[in-house]
């Protein structure tokens, strides 16, 4: 219900922010968790539990039965002796009865209270199960909105690379009409540069496959222009601790089991109730009358079922070996996220030292082709060689860019992970 309420309250400010043609990721969360189908079932958990609680509760108004027989015994009851000059008629042996009985229930044992607490509980694990579904879809959000983000750098990139081209191709031009180069030095930029336009293009297309399955996610079209807004790469040391909604899962799991624990002590115990019957019928309540009389009946009446005793020590253990396996899957889980939480915690680590030396190899890289680019103007360096320095001077920017992607999407991963 919290996770609902959540939603709801951001939607409007963040369908406002939307208009502004820039996306932050907590943007998208929030508008998917607005636009997955999936959101109206916590409406029809919690009109569940109305209904069900409602249901419960009748069970303390007065209950009414209707029942009806007639019936025929091939004997009925005598007096034993005969007085003299007295007929005294017996009751008939074909009888007729029609009853209306109204009963109250006064105490049933706690039967009533602790069925609300188990339709209570199965609704807590209904609504927890729904928070673990929505919570999904964050993770699938995350790697669509990294691979734009990816795909940005990656056609940043190729935008440097035709652009350096299309200079080293005016410079071959230059060298051809002094005689430096041929024409098939400039043959060989020609391509590259188409080859780069080849990428662009790809690169551009997935871009654009990445936005529309972003814009189903969150219910919104996305336009081209639209730029995706590179989330913080700052990680609080808080974040080790693991909040992920599968706790209260397993934890609204545990207190049905709780439940039905204690709703195991209400088979025992007695019930009373108050209860009135109006009858007409023949015989009456006069058995040596044979005739229709109408007549009612009123009492106090007690049951005391001990058959709940045959099967009450193997409940209980059932219940104990659920809540075993409710504690294994538990550990289970915790074991596995404690596990990919310390693999990020490493890959994170990993990718800041890599980018610690991604400016000093791009700076490196520059000098080389700048070298290269002096070695072709004086005629000691071919053509082809330069087109490998700055392939290779472009590889590098492109490294860094990744990595910067990577270590962005290694932290949120991370937070995923244990909910931060």
């Known amino acids: 219900m919290e996770m609902k309420r959540t939603i709801l309250s951001c939607s409007f400010a963040l369908v406002a922010m939307l208009t502004h043609?820039?996306?932050?990721?907590?943007?998208?969360?929030?508008?998917?968790?607005?636009?997955?189908?999936?959101?109206?079932?916590?409406?029809?958990?919690?009109?569940?539990?109305?209904?069900?609680?409602?249901?419960?509760?009748?069970?303390?108004?007065?209950?009414?039965?209707?029942?009806?027989?007639?019936?025929?015994?091939?004997?009925?009851?005598?007096?034993?002796?005969?007085?003299?000059?007295?007929?005294?008629?017996?009751?008939?042996?074909?009888?007729?009865?029609?009853?209306?009985?109204?009963?109250?229930?006064?105490?049933?044992?706690?039967?009533?209270?602790?069925?609300?607490?188990?339709?209570?509980?199965?609704?807590?694990?209904?609504?927890?199960?729904?928070?673990?579904?929505?919570?999904?879809?964050?993770?699938?959000?995350?790697?669509?909105?990294?691979?734009?983000?990816?795909?940005?750098?990656?056609?940043?990139?190729?935008?440097?690379?035709?652009e350096d081209l299309e200079r080293t191709h005016k410079q071959v031009s230059d060298y051809m009409a002094n005689g430096i180069a041929n024409q098939s030095d400039l043959d060989a930029v020609s391509v590259e540069i188409l080859n780069t336009r080849q990428k662009r293009i790809e690169l551009e297309s997935s871009r654009q496959a990445y936005l529309s399955m972003l814009s189903i996610f969150i219910g919104k079209e996305i336009g081209i222009g639209t730029t995706l807004q590179k989330p913080a790469d700052i990680l609080e040391s808080a974040s080790l601790v693991n909040n992920r909604p599968e706790l209260r899962w397993f934890d609204a799991q545990g207190s049905q089991l709780n439940v039905q624990e204690s709703a195991l002590k209400t088979r025992l115990r007695p019930r009373f109730g108050l209860f009135v019957q109006g009858a007409y019928g023949n015989p009456g309540l006069n058995m040596l009358k044979d005739d229709f009389s109408a007549y009612y009946v009123a009492g106090v009446r007690m049951s005391w079922n001990f058959g709940s005793l045959y099967t009450l020590r193997n409940d209980r253990k059932l219940i104990d070996n659920n809540r075993r396996l409710l504690e294994t899957n538990r550990d289970v889980f915790l074991f596995n996220t404690h596990l990919q939480s310390t693999q990020q915690n490493s890959a994170i680590l990993s990718m800041r030292r890599q980018m610690a030396d991604d400016d000093e190899i791009i700076r490196l890289r520059v000098n080389i082709r700048k070298a290269a680019e002096a070695k072709v103007a004086n005629g000691t360096l071919t053509v082809t060689d330069m087109l490998r320095e700055i392939t290779s001077e472009n590889l590098a920017r492109q490294t860094k860019a990744v990595h910067e992607v990577q270590l962005l999407m290694n932290i949120w991963n991370l937070k995923y992970i244990l909910n931060k």
């Open 21 to 162: 043609a820039q996306l932050t990721l907590e943007t998208c969360q929030h508008l998917a968790q607005t636009n997955y189908p999936l959101v109206r079932q916590y409406g029809l958990i919690e009109k569940a539990r109305e209904y069900n609680l409602a249901n419960a509760g009748k069970g303390y108004l007065p209950q009414f039965s209707v029942s009806g027989k007639v019936t025929y015994q091939s004997d009925v009851t005598k007096l034993p002796v005969e007085i003299p000059g007295v007929d005294i008629k017996s009751m008939p042996k074909d009888q007729y009865q029609v009853m209306l009985e109204v009963s109250q229930n006064i105490w049933d044992g706690g039967d009533i209270h602790s069925k609300k607490q188990l339709m209570r509980t199965t609704s807590d694990i209904d609504r927890e199960k729904q928070d673990v579904d929505m919570y999904a879809l964050n993770d699938r959000v995350n790697q669509v909105y990294f691979g734009i983000l990816l795909l940005d750098e990656q056609v940043r990139q190729n935008q440097l690379l035709q």
